[in-house]
């Protein structure tokens, strides 16, 4: 014979489908994410994993001066490689990006074709999809370029620009104002902008580890300095251009799982309450059942049964879902940052499991261990209704003095302490979403304002000196430093010369990545500190990130390099253009052996004319310097929306779940209170403005907390994942204002629906026995 | 050998001043197929001495015997299952289950049994075949309690405990329900044990036991037996 007791499942459900729906639709829109994201990311993971093969993905490039000839190519190939042309061009185009040329790729980094067509004769381009997207460019619309049209006949994704990067320096790719593109050899011949000697290599043998990458590309840089005066050397492991997606591809996989299992707990323990509430009310039937013979382990099976079926069917469908219709909303989330090339959807066992058995798990485990301590109780304990924590049945003293209704609310805020417990946490871990949502384009916007603030001056101008500068010495050494001296004088009034050098963070730090030393001259119109000799200033973003202190020492090494220095921290510079150290610049000069008039770069609040373009490899500007905020805005900007939108909705259904708990344990007395004479009004009161209260309290105390663990979140993100640096500062008067209303509004709602309810109780709900 | 034997029963309750001895050495018999009535003013401890005959309360001393097994080395397990096998239990207040039709909350106790009462049949006997769909809340205080008597019954149990069975229901109400009880006596022949105020009851009674402060102050077989229509009270 079934139980009959499973008969009261679908009555249970249908006579609280509210309760039910919520926490069903709560939890099935998490595992649908869950799993959407996991499927789509993992898919995305394997694509990008087989495109080094599938592409034939470089192993480094490196750019010269000069095009190397057939012996020098010889020379180099003798170094275990095979090099391949990749001339590019950038080229600025009227609608204000630059698009970087390439002519069609057949042996290395080859072309991912996503809509369209390659381009076949003169005239025709094909432009880096994601670009595409973000300038509303569309196949058949023409671009221009001084005055040359193309026609747009394809969209691709070139395997070695997964991540926009112009400059492999840059803290932050930027698929707005740059893309990458294929044109016809003729249209590539024609461009007059300057041609840069990039070439590709493929080591013969593929090193086996990251060690040995490492170790073959400094050996290969060694022997390529011997060759050709080199101007750019990345290898893949250092290339963000490859490296960057890949890396982001998978980074947010435990975020996604604490999502789901903090969620997943939160609602675990909803319905445990829930239950536990339930198994007060049915006290006498449960004390009759055991008496009539029904076990404990019968009892918690039948009451654990509905969360179980609920978790189980959310965790079905949402997988369904989250396979059919999620994986492609967080592909897109993906495509709308990256230019990844296309991508098959791959079965995922791992996302499968953990999207349905843990959740399964946690909802038995924290249903269990509450209805196993609640039901402990004997049969008579029961049939007395004598099942309460017997602290908890003693009346705590209010004095008298305090306003009856205020005195009530105390009570049943007392009463109902487990419930307004979960709420807090519940109202923790929904405003920790809402403020992460919220203060993420406050922060780009302070970043923003902050800058420009700082920016000591409207433009930058980095010269392009050559690498062998660097490396080669003695005679060889002076005679190019006068060349490149004589070729990057102005007259320019505003310009004043600086020195720029850059090093690398080495294992200390959390990341590598490019630290930019300014040498700046004695009584700067622009840097507005004077150094001494043996000062060294890091900037605030530098000191920011890495938490460096004055009186530090910190160790950065060579780009191309083994050489290691350190440095001993004097003072802390208000700049957070980039990760940069400030020095004296004779002193900084004497320090990387440049030469005592070495400089490499102006100061200018006006643009500098008169200095050839070649000479220049970059001009930070504000526009250029906030690449890092713009891009973050693109990528995160939607999926903040999205967060804020789950957060009030996760805030709305807790405290409607939660609150309906504490009317419907109360309605008796509710119904006492109308027989007595109280009204509505009155009674809303007594028992909603208790949970109002709570709310508010828990909203308000619930600030400091989330801004602490969103600190924790957000450094860890930005030293671990981000080149560069965005201080955590925002707006926390408006965010917190915005945190507080939006909860009053999400809680607004839930108590109008509470309100309805209590005036739909009847009065002789407290005439009825228990039955 | 009684079907049911209480030997020196002591029970109380609270702790050091405040202790309070309820039972104070209970001997007591029930046959099989007898109908025991236990009478006594309030706080007299015939509630309790149900609830430790039922296996939900433990005496503090003193054994109990079910058919030649004894209750006091069982665990909580074993009383379970010894409620499981031999005890039906109705209370005054009719503890049904609320999202349960008539028919399903007896069939709740059906479940229990191996070899239980065809549930139609109790229905019919019970006169609830045109409520038998109805859930608690559809019916008066007497169609509840008829529900958990058939609850109790339908498992036939060898013996059934009933505290107060007519305490909450007017007075003809509470005839029908003691004419019921008195079927089921008769019918499946289950021992019962009823507690009750009302001294009226104890006319249908074949063992008549009265309780004062914890003590058994008379117990008697009642030889005038009469059959619940004719009580009066």
Redesign the interface.
């Known amino acids: 014979?079934r139980?009959?007791?499973n008969?009261?499942f679908i009555?249970?459900v249908l006579?609280d489908l509210g309760k039910y729906l919520t926490i069903f639709i709560m939890m099935f829109l998490i595992v649908s994410e869950c799993s959407g994201y996991l499927v789509a990311n993992d898919s995305m993971i394997a694509a990008y994993n087989a495109s080094f093969e599938k592409y034939n993905i470089e192993n480094g490039y490196f750019s010269t001066e000069k095009k190397l000839n057939k012996a020098q190519k010889k020379n180099i190939e003798s170094l275990g490689v095979k090099i391949y042309d990749d001339f590019y061009k950038d080229v600025e185009f009227n609608h204000g990006a630059i698009i970087r040329f390439y002519k069609l790729r057949n042996d290395v980094n080859l072309v991912c074709l996503m809509s369209g067509r390659l381009p076949e004769k003169k005239g025709e381009i094909a432009i880096d999809r994601m670009h595409c997207q973000n300038a509303g460019l569309n196949i058949g619309d023409r671009v221009s370029s001084n005055g040359i049209e193309y026609e747009l006949v394809g969209t691709v994704a070139l395997s070695d620009y997964s991540a926009l990067f112009q400059d492999n320096g840059d803290s932050m790719f930027d698929s707005i104002k740059f893309a990458v593109s294929i044109v016809t050899d003729s249209d590539f011949e024609e461009r007059d902008e300057t041609l840069i000697y990039k070439y590709s290599w493929k080591y013969n043998t593929e090193p086996k580890d990251e060690i040995m990458e490492k170790e073959m590309g400094e050996d290969l840089m060694d022997g390529l300095i011997e060759q050709a005066r080199l101007t750019s050397f990345v290898p893949r492991y250092q290339n963000q251009s490859i490296n960057f997606a890949g890396e982001d591809l998978g980074a947010d996989r435990n975020a996604m799982y604490i999502l789901l299992y903090i969620t997943v707990t939160i609602i675990a323990f909803v319905f445990a309450i829930t239950i536990s509430n339930t198994v007060s009310k049915?006290a006498?039937?449960i004390?009759?059942?055991?008496?009539?013979?029904?076990?404990?382990n019968e009892l918690i099976i039948h009451y654990m049964t509905l969360p179980l079926v609920v978790t189980l069917l959310a965790a079905i469908l949402g997988n369904t879902f989250g396979y059919t219709y999620m994986k492609d909303v967080n592909a897109a989330l993906y495509y709308g940052s990256y230019s990844l090339t296309t991508y098959e959807t791959l079965f995922n066992l791992e996302a499968l499991q953990k999207t349905t058995l843990i959740p399964i798990a946690l909802m038995l485990i924290i249903n269990f261990s509450i209805l196993r301590r609640k039901l402990v109780y004997?049969?008579?304990k029961f049939?007395r209704r004598d099942i309460e924590n017997k602290k908890q049945r003693k009346a705590f003293k209010l004095n008298y003095k305090i306003p009856f209704f205020n005195r009530f609310g105390l009570r049943v805020i007392w009463q109902n302490l487990s419930n307004y417990m979960m709420l807090m946490v519940g109202i923790v871990f929904a405003n920790v979403l809402l403020m992460f949502g919220l203060m993420m384009p406050s922060t780009l916007e302070y970043y923003s304002a902050n800058l420009a603030n700082n920016l000591f001056a409207e433009k930058q101008y980095i010269l392009q000196a050559p690498l062998s500068l660097q490396s080669s010495s003695g005679l060889e050494s002076l005679m190019e430093l006068m060349m490149f001296e004589k070729a990057v004088q102005t007259d320019n009034p505003d310009a004043e010369k600086f020195s720029a050098y850059y090093l690398k963070t080495n294992e200390d730090f959390a990341k590598e990545e490019e630290i930019l030393f300014y040498g700046i001259s004695k009584n700067s119109r622009y840097v507005n500190t004077s150094f001494k000799n043996d000062d060294v200033f890091v900037s605030s973003s530098f000191a920011d990130k890495y938490d460096l202190k004055v009186g530090q020492t910190i160790t950065l090494k060579e780009n191309y390099g083994k050489k290691r220095y350190d440095f001993t921290i004097t003072g802390i510079y208000p700049y957070d253009g980039n990760l940069s150290v400030f020095m004296d610049q004779k002193t900084m000069n004497q320090t990387f052996d440049l030469g005592d008039d070495f400089f490499a770069g102006y100061f200018s609040n006006s643009e500098i004319n008169d200095i050839d373009e070649k000479y220049i490899s970059t001009v930070m500007d504000l526009d250029s310097l906030n690449k890092i905020s713009r891009q973050m805005d693109v990528s995160f900007g939607g999926f903040m929306g999205a967060v804020r939108v789950v957060s009030v909705a996760i805030f709305a259904v807790l405290i409607y779940i939660l609150s309906k708990m504490v009317i419907e344990k109360n309605a008796q007395s509710i119904s006492m209170a109308k027989i007595l004479g109280y009204k509505n009004g009155e009674i809303n009161r007594l028992y909603i403005n208790p949970t109002s209260i709570v709310v508010l309290l828990s909203t308000i105390l619930s600030l400091p907390l989330c801004y602490e663990l969103i600190k924790v979140l957000w450094m860890k993100m930005m030293i671990s994942r981000m080149s560069g640096w965005i201080s955590y500062n925002w707006d926390v008067k408006t965010v917190c204002i915005k945190i507080v209303l939006y909860g009053l509004l999400g809680y607004a709602l839930v108590a109008l629906l509470e309100m309805y309810k209590i005036s739909k109780i009847p009065k002789d709900e407290a005439l009825?026995?228990?039955? | 050998m009684a079907f049911l034997q209480l030997k020196q029963i002591f029970k109380s309750f609270g702790e050091g001043d405040s202790q309070f001895q309820v039972l104070k050495g209970i001997d007591l018999e029930v046959e099989k197929g007898e109908f025991c009535v236990l009478l006594g003013p309030s706080g007299s401890g015939k509630s309790t001495l149900l609830?430790i005959i039922?296996g939900?309360?433990?005496a503090d001393s003193g054994d109990i015997i079910v058919n030649g097994h004894s209750m006091e080395s069982m665990n909580?397990?074993a009383l379970?299952?010894?409620?499981?096998?031999h005890?039906?239990?109705i209370?005054q207040?009719?503890?049904?289950?609320?999202?349960?039709t008539v028919r399903?909350n007896i069939?709740?106790?059906?479940?229990?049994s191996k070899h239980p009462l065809n549930v139609d049949d109790l229905i019919d006997v019970l006169g609830l075949t045109d409520h038998k769909d109805k859930l608690?809340?559809q019916l008066s205080g007497g169609q509840?309690q008829r529900t958990a008597i058939g609850?109790?019954v339908v498992?036939n149990p060898d013996i059934l405990l009933c505290d107060e069975p007519t305490g909450?229901l007017d007075y003809s109400t509470s005839k029908e329900i003691l004419k019921l009880i008195e079927t089921v006596n008769n019918k499946y022949g289950s021992s019962i044990v009823m507690v009750t105020h009302n001294d009226a009851i104890k006319d249908m009674a074949d063992k008549v036991v009265k309780l004062r402060d914890g003590q058994i102050r008379d117990a008697a077989i009642n030889k005038n037996k009469l059959t619940a229509s004719q009580l009066e009270w």
């Open positions: 014979m139980n009959p007791l008969r009261r009555r249970e006579g049915e006498n039937v004390g009759t059942l055991r008496a009539s013979g029904y076990t404990i004997p049969p008579i049939l009825k026995n228990v039955e | 609830n039922g939900i309360d433990k909580e397990k379970t299952q010894y409620r499981r096998e005890l039906g239990y209370f207040m009719y503890n049904l289950i609320p999202n349960l399903e069939e709740v106790g059906a479940y229990l608690p809340n509840q609850r109790a498992k909450a």
